[in-house]
């Protein structure tokens, strides 16, 4: 069973940083894909960012590009995201979700796996 848990959000000043990460167990997800997406209140859920577990391309929503890195810790096998220069549009609580590869990588519904979320609260 494929678990995943997110930690690492907290309250931070405009122009902070965080780094969440994303715990996986549960099998093996070489050959899965893990993304980070987010969900501000009154809003839907959005894409931020995106990896194969092996490896390749990386994928980011253009609010983040520049700002944001999806990366992988092989020895914790967890899958992190650094978050620099935050803006109060940042605000969200953030999920890490997983899939096999297939269509289109900032496609919610194409991820069935899904932690319980981390909220990130960012000040002006």
């Known amino acids: 069973q494929v678990q995943l848990v997110e930690s690492g959000g907290g309250l931070v000043q405009a122009g902070g940083s965080l780094r969440l990460t994303c715990a996986t167990s549960?099998?093996?997800?070489?050959?899965?894909?893990v993304g980070w997406f987010r969900q501000a209140p009154g809003k839907e859920r959005e894409f931020v960012a995106a990896?194969?577990?092996?490896?390749?391309?990386?994928y980011y929503a253009d609010s983040v590009k520049g700002r944001f890195t999806i990366s992988r810790d092989n020895a914790k096998n967890t899958v992190d995201l650094q978050m620099n220069s935050l803006m109060p549009e940042d605000t969200a609580v953030y999920y890490c979700?997983?899939?096999?590869?297939?269509?289109?990588?900032?496609?919610?519904?194409?991820?069935?796996?899904w932690g319980q979320g981390t909220q990130v609260t960012v000040s002006s």
């Open positions: 979700a997983a899939r096999v590869p297939s269509g289109a990588y900032n496609n919610p519904r194409g991820y069935p796996y």
């Open positions: 549960g099998r093996t997800f070489s050959g899965y894909a």
């Open positions: 990896r194969n577990w092996s490896g390749g391309s990386t």
